[in-house]
């Protein structure tokens, strides 16, 4: 589906899901000092072995679209949570479970980051669905309500430019 960007004025192509590589914490930790404090995979991050991450996905409505987009986040979990989802990565008979949202995704103001979620495990091999309190905030509407496809190649657009 070719699309006329009225950001950059570009044919696009297909609406690329956004990722975040790592939780924004990790970017807290000094480059020397990530080998021995940080343990970090694609898809579950510790720090100090105090901090537990895990990689979901913010599924977002498109509005006149037959499909959904995704933003690839990270979430906090409490020790436990933490453990129970590496014990059963593949099961969806866990949680939900709480999580501080930790990606923040420049779009949005006020900031996303620390935004209560909750994560929904899925089971096999995708990542858990991460559902944003409802709130006013921008992005738990968006997540409730959906964006228009201008939208969220604003966004997007807006998310490459800032260089993660
Ligand atoms: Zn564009």
Redesign the pocket.
Known sequence: MSYQ?Q????E?DALPEIGAERPDQWFGIPPHERARRVRWNPDTCVIDDTDFFIRGVIRIPLKDQDQDWGLGVWVSQKRENFQTYLDNHRSDTIGPFFGWLCTQIPYYQPSTLFLKTMAHFRGGDLRPDIVVEPTDHPLARAQKDGITLDEA?RIL?FYQNQGR
């Not at 950001?7 to 570009?10: L, N, R, T, Y």
């Open positions: 960007c950001v950059c004025g570009a696009h190649w657009h």
